[in-house]
Structure formats: structure tokens, C-alpha cells
């Protein structure tokens, strides 16, 4: 019996376009009317999407093609992680009241799956992958992803919130990832946290400590910071990069700005300190908006210390020099 493709209804043909690369669609669309409706469907765009890359997430203001296109931009999965997909709100839903049993550790209601032990401090994971999900510290959560490295596992760090992925060997949804990732991370830990106050209140702090990375970025030792500002701040460098650090693990700073290693003895800004590493007085320089920010959220031990203060006067001559020489990007 002859077979006529034109007999096949709209979502066996939208499952074959899914199929084609994206030239053999053109051609698709060009055979008749009905066709060209079905290549330019967005759902015809998901099924691309999920079979030439396995994503099967997107902003909710993008369509499936918007980010079939911004994948094709990341075929190293640097920013748009494949894998991620097979962790979902329903994945997620029979370890909520686990997850709410180790974040009450005090007594302790939950140990590793694989060594029994509550290993808190060191942090209970819960490792994913597709048909086994546990509660895992993250010793044995490495070593049980070691013993067959080609599975695409998924960690979630539950202290602080972080997903780590095996195969893209990154953090997802955090500093390098795209807009699309962050958000479906963020809408799955929502998901898990969403029935503990505990839970909420840790979310609340991951968040926040996405939005200070986002401003290290933008507003700290960057060109910008010297072109785009009236004036600039000095920060002790050491306490800067230990705020970034603490942000890298998804934690806050603890501790006010300290620039009081920025002071002589008159209390004034040391005319020996410089930009870099390697001295005994070392600074960093931020915006006003990040500088406001900090001291309101963190407090300050020491003086304020702004550029226009000291620029043009000549004991700060050679700071100033080192500061023009400083490998900004």
C-alpha cells in the first residue's frame, strides 16, 4: 500500500521537522502551506531544540526558537547545560521534606545514603541522574560518580544551594551560565525550598549572592570603574577578595569592609599602596553604586577613601602611575 506523507497528522510531521537540521527544514517549508506551518510552529523548534541538544528549558518570555538560537551560540555547553533538563519540579518533589531534614541538622535528622554519617560541615548532597536520586555527603557523592563517569550526573549541594554538573564540569546557573539556565536553576531550588521557612530564607541568600557576583563584575577593578564614574572607591583588596571567595562557595560575607589597612598614620590614604597583589598595602577600586551597596549591607571598620580626593595631588603621583599601568579589562 503506497504511504502518502501529506496522510500524517500535524504532530507526527511536527515530530520528523524536529528532526532536520535547520537547511532540510527550509526545504520542508517550501513543499506546501500546511508544511511551512508546521516549520515555523514553535513547538516544531522545541523538538529541535531538545533532539539536536537535549535542552528542554527556555525563559518564559522567549520562544523554543529564541533558544534553539542561543544554543547553537554554545555548543561547548559552557552556558546552556544539556543535562539539566532531567532534573524537574516533580524529580525534586519526593526529597522536599529530606532536603527540610538536613537543613534542621541540629539534632541531626539525615546522614549520607552511602557511609551513614551526617557530615554536615563538609555537606550533604543530593547527587541526580536518571533512575537514582540520593542523599549523599560529598565525598561519596564523587566517588559514586567516578565509578561510571560517562552517566550525566547532577549534584545539588544542599547548605548552600549550588548545582554542579559532572559533564560540563561547572556550576550551572551561576556567573557564566546563560539567563535560560539561571532561571530554570533557580525555579527547581524554588521548588525544593518552597515548604521551609529555613529553606526560603537559604534561597534568599543565594540570591543574593548572585546579585554580588553580578555587581564584582560590572562595578569592581574594571576599566568602567576608572571611565564611566566621577570618582571611584578604594577597598582594602584583601577583603574584597575574600567577599568574592565566600560568594564562589554561595556565601556571604561576615565581616565589615575593613579599610583600615588603607590608612597612614595621619589616618589619610597610603600614598604606597597599589592596585596589585604582592604589597603590604593593596587596594581595589569600586563604584559608588557597589560601594553603597557594601557598606549598607556589610558595614564599615575604617574611612571612606574616594578618587577625586587624592588625584592630582603629588604625593599619590606614583599610585596614580600604577593605577594607569594596572592590566584592567
Known amino acids: 500500500m503506497p504511504f502518502n506523507i501529506l496522510e500524517l ?11 532536520l537540521p535547520v537547511d532540510d ?8 502551506h500546511r508544511f511551512a506551518v508546521i516549520a515555523h510552529d514553535d513547538s516544531t523548534w522545541r523538538e529541535m531544540l531538545y533532539n539536536g541538544f537535549g535542552v528542554t528549558y527556555k525563559l518564559p518570555d522567549n520562544t523554543w526558537k529564541q533558544q534553539y538560537e542561543r544554543k547553537c551560540s554554545d ?12 532534573v524537574s519540579r516533580k524529580t525534586l518533589e519526593p526529597y522536599k521534606a529530606p532536603y527540610n531534614n538536613v537543613i534542621h541538622r541540629d539534632p541531626p535528622r539525615h546522614n549520607c545514603a552511602t557511609c551513614g554519617q551526617n557530615h554536615y560541615q563538609s555537606g550533604l548532597c543530593l547527587y541526580i541522574y536518571q533512575g537514582n536520586i540520593r542523599i549523599r555527603c560529598k565525598e561519596c557523592a564523587y566517588r559514586f560518580h567516578a565509578m561510571a563517569p560517562n552517566r550525566h550526573g547532577i549534584l545539588l549541594r544542599i547548605p548552600v544551594l549550588q548545582m554542579y554538573c559532572f559533564t560540563c ?18 525555579y527547581l531550588l524554588e521548588s525544593i525550598t518552597q515548604d521551609s521557612e529555613l529553606g526560603r530564607q537559604q534561597l ?9 557576583r553580578e555587581l564584582n563584575v560590572s562595578e569592581a577593578d574594571r576599566k568602567s570603574v576608572l571611565s564611566s564614574t566621577p570618582c571611584f572607591y578604594f577597598v582594602d583588596r584583601m577583603w574584597l577578595w575574600a567577599w568574592f571567595l565566600r560568594l564562589c562557595d554561595g556565601k556571604l560575607a561576615t565581616e ?17 599602596a597599589r592596585p596589585r ?11 559608588p553604586r557597589l560601594w553603597n551597596y557594601l557598606v549598607k549591607t556589610y558595614g564599615l571598620s575604617g574611612k571612606a577613601f574616594q578618587s577625586n580626593e587624592v588625584q592630582g595631588r603629588p604625593e599619590y603621583a606614583e599610585m596614580w602611575k600604577a593605577i594607569e599601568d594596572w592590566k584592567l579589562i
Open 169 to 186: 564540569s561547572r556550576q550551572l546557573g551561576e556567573a557564566r551560565g546563560d539567563e535560560s539556565e539561571e532561571h530554570y536553576v533557580d
Open 75 to 86: 555548543p561547548q555547553h559552557n552556558r546552556i547545560c544539556p543535562h539539566l533538563g532531567m
Open 256 to 272: 565589615p569592609i575593613t579599610n583600615k589597612a588603607l590608612e597612614d598614620e595621619e589616618g589619610k590614604l597610603n600614598c604606597d
Open 25 to 32: 527544514l527550509k526545504t520542508f517549508s517550501i513543499v506546501c
Open 9 to 19: 497528522n500535524n504532530e507526527l510531521l511536527t515530530a520528523i521537522a524536529g528532526h
Open 277 to 287: 597583589g604582592g604589597f603590604t598595602v593593596a587596594f581595589s577600586i569600586v563604584t
Open 204 to 212: 534568599g541568600k543565594r540570591r543574593q549572592c548572585m546579585f554580588e
